[in-house]
């Protein structure tokens, strides 16, 4: 499956969360088949917290979703799925996406330096 092409603020978002090595374990965890946070955080050797920010992130861009159901005994569960995706990156593709990224108004400052 591909997905449809990216503008340049959806790529650099995109790209952004896939930089994580967590949020890469996570997905590859996930390829196979969905599962809940608390066997996915036991599975990845992460708290539920740090996982629960990760997936958020994942979920944000839309590489995965969540579905709450109830159990036997009533306990809500969220059950995380990978949502099949593919990203084709050439130069042609980044020079496409380059031209729509948004301005920053801080613009030529680089993250972390002061503004003063």
Do not use: C, N, W
Not at 53 to 62: A, M, P, T, Y
Not at 90 to 103: F, G, H, L
């Amino acid at each position: 499956m591909t997905s449809p092409p990216l503008d340049g603020d959806g790529l650099v978002r995109l790209l952004g969360v896939l930089a994580s090595p967590h949020r890469l374990r996570v997905l590859a965890a996930l390829t196979g088949e969905r599962t809940y946070v608390s066997q996915l955080a036991r599975d990845l050797g992460i708290s539920r917290p740090l996982l629960q920010g990760h997936l958020k992130k994942l979920e944000s861009v839309g590489l995965v979703l969540a579905e709450l159901e109830l159990s036997d005994d009533g306990k809500a569960m969220k059950y995380y799925r990978l949502v099949p995706f593919a990203v084709h990156l050439t130069p042609e593709t980044v020079a496409t996406a380059a031209r729509t990224i948004t301005p920053r108004e801080d613009a030529g400052h680089t993250e972390g330096e002061s503004r003063t």
